[in-house]
């Protein structure tokens, strides 16, 4: 089945805490993306990458670290969380620059 | 830069009736895409529709269809026979077709289908 597999679903953690949450697409992707959504303020966009070895800063990237070694994963890298990252969040790929996003199926993530 | 509104944060619709989102964006962009994605209680997204901005006809997609006016720049998504399965959280969402091809989300409608 043709899937974005993110992990974990829920995570609970503390201040300072490094923790990584995994994305992984089985569909040969070429775009990939980490989104974060809050209430009020749908969906933004923390990083993407457009193939391996290639990131760049989304709206709101800061407190976040990506990389893209293969082309089927892109974690998302929180070095030291903090409350104001608690949120829902969604990695995204898709094939080519005009296609719509398949998405995970989200993080929800809460920093305490 | 871009920006996507939706005005309607919740709506309602008895169900088996007709119910129509709206949303308007704001580019100086001619080449460009539109997209309708849909949220449910699971908090998958899904999406629903696709309309190119070079293309007239409006899109439609079984139960779902849109009414694109470019002039305007609005891009309301219309529900037909609306099913209880359609209760979600819906997202408009606009894509300059430059650049980095960057998505722009609005802030959504939280729909409820009524019994």
């Known amino acids: 089945e043709a899937q974005v597999t993110q992990n974990p679903r829920y995570l609970i953690t503390v201040t300072g805490k490094k923790l990584t949450v995994t994305c992984s697409q089985n569909?040969?992707?070429?775009?990939m993306s980490w989104y974060r959504q809050d209430p009020g303020l749908g969906l933004r966009q923390i990083y993407y990458?457009?193939?391996?070895?290639?990131?760049d800063k989304g709206d709101v990237p800061e407190g976040y670290k990506v990389s893209r070694k293969e082309k089927r994963n892109f974690p998302l890298i929180l070095e030291s969380p903090s409350p104001n990252q608690t949120s829902l969040y969604f990695c995204?790929?898709?094939?080519?620059?005009?296609?719509?996003?398949?998405f995970g199926s989200g993080t929800r993530l809460t920093v305490v | 830069a871009q920006t996507v509104t939706q005005s309607q944060p919740e709506m309602s619709v008895q169900e088996a009736e007709t119910v129509t989102l709206s949303c308007t964006y704001d580019?100086?962009?001619?080449?460009?895409?539109l997209f309708w994605y849909k949220q449910p209680p699971s908090r998958q997204m899904i999406l629903v529709i696709r309309?190119?901005?070079?293309?007239?006809q409006n899109a439609t997609e079984n139960r779902f269809s849109v009414n694109f006016q470019k002039a305007a720049k609005s891009f309301s998504l219309k529900i037909s026979d609306s099913q209880l399965g359609d209760t979600a959280m819906y997202f408009c969402?606009?894509?300059?077709?430059?650049?980095?091809?960057?998505?722009?989300f609005g802030t959504g409608t939280r729909l409820k289908v009524l019994a």
């Open positions: 969402a606009f894509m300059k077709l430059s650049g980095t091809y960057k998505y722009i």
């Open positions: 990458s457009m193939n391996v070895e290639v990131t």
């Open positions: 580019t100086s962009e001619n080449n460009y895409y």
């Open positions: 995204a790929s898709r094939p080519g620059q005009v296609y719509g996003y398949t």
């Open positions: 569909m040969n992707h070429e775009y």
């Open positions: 309309q190119e901005a070079y293309k007239q």
